[in-house]
């Protein structure tokens, strides 16, 4: 698979590399990362990558302004991304030939090359294996600067080296990518450090979250998130705080914001995708969000929720 690809991007004078929508830090290293690889190895061929740019990972790079005629006869590498709804750039389908690479289910096998392994911790560390084989086979070298983004790619889908998808290979990479000249601790100040409105809000939720049989809740009114002077968005990233509280089997946060109730599910071990779904959502059978219109439904999601 490895050669399979290689000999592609060799054969091809233009490239442009894709991730999915509503990037994360592996979003931006696999693409950005291989974007620097691979220009550092060919600096004649013509290679690219776009996505549209998230300002909350400003720190680690920023993809390119990508004209249309970039896409015409040439190589498409989208990296990071499950399904061709996902894509961010509609314009992969004008390119000549398509190769996907990812670590998520491959539920949808796009493209005229699938590259999955779903043993890999994240994108990124798939194309640090990819690297290898191309410093053996093509003597490639790796920028200092790549390295950086493979790390951080690989510490976001890790939760720095946290979740059970971190294997024996993830550390020996990571381990190599230590190897490289940028500043580690500068990185993950960057990845890690939070506003002072957000985590005032986080000892808030704390403080006021309510728990019974297991399953936990709290209530984030649009009044309070404006007297914390934080946004609705933010303050969804708070939802997995109550997941290291002893016993809390299944939670969910509600936050308000202009026209309706965000209702965010999360579970250790019951299926909540039901729930979200009978109540004008969907997703992830412990991980799923849904949308209530009035404070007094609060109690039929919770009456839902207390029967798992
Ligand atoms: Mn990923």
């Known amino acids: 698979m490895h050669r399979q690809i290689l000999d592609k991007i060799k054969h091809y004078s233009k490239i442009v590399i894709h991730r999915h929508v509503r990037p994360d830090p592996d979003a931006y290293g696999s693409s950005i990362g291989l974007h620097m690889l691979l220009k550092h190895n060919y600096p004649e061929k013509e290679i690219y990558v776009t996505g549209k740019h998230d300002l909350t990972l400003d720190y680690l790079a920023k993809p390119m302004v990508v004209p249309d005629s970039a896409f015409e006869n040439a190589l498409i590498i989208v990296t990071d991304t499950a399904n061709t709804e996902r894509i961010d750039d509609e314009r992969y389908k004008k390119g000549e030939f398509l190769i996907k690479i990812d670590h998520h289910p491959n539920e949808d096998p796009y493209g005229d090359i699938v590259y999955v392994d779903t043993q890999a911790s994240s994108a990124s560390e798939i194309i640090y294996s990819l690297f290898k084989t191309g410093e053996q086979q093509e003597d490639w070298t790796l920028p200092d600067q790549a390295a950086r983004l493979l790390y951080a ?143 007094n439904e609060v109690e039929d999601v919770l009456n839902e929720m207390y029967h798992l």
């Not at 579970?267 to 997703?283: D, T």
């Open 153 to 295: 790619g690989i510490v976001g889908d890790t939760g720095r080296f946290m979740f059970t998808s971190t294997s024996l290979k993830t550390m020996s990479y990571a381990g190599e990518l230590m190897g490289y000249d940028f500043d580690r601790t500068k990185l993950f100040n960057e990845m890690y450090e939070v506003s002072p409105n957000v985590l005032k809000l986080k000892g808030y939720v704390y403080e006021n979250f309510e728990m019974k049989n297991g399953i936990g809740h709290v209530k984030l009114s649009k009044r309070l998130l404006e007297e914390y002077g934080v946004s609705q968005s933010e303050a969804s990233l708070l939802v997995s705080a109550l997941a290291d509280v002893q016993g809390m089997r299944a939670w969910v946060f509600f936050i308000e914001d202009s026209e309706s109730i965000r209702v965010r599910l999360r579970s250790k071990g019951p299926v909540i995708n039901g729930i979200a779904k009978k109540f004008n959502g969907g997703g992830h059978p412990l991980a799923s969000g849904a949308t209530i219109y009035e404070w």
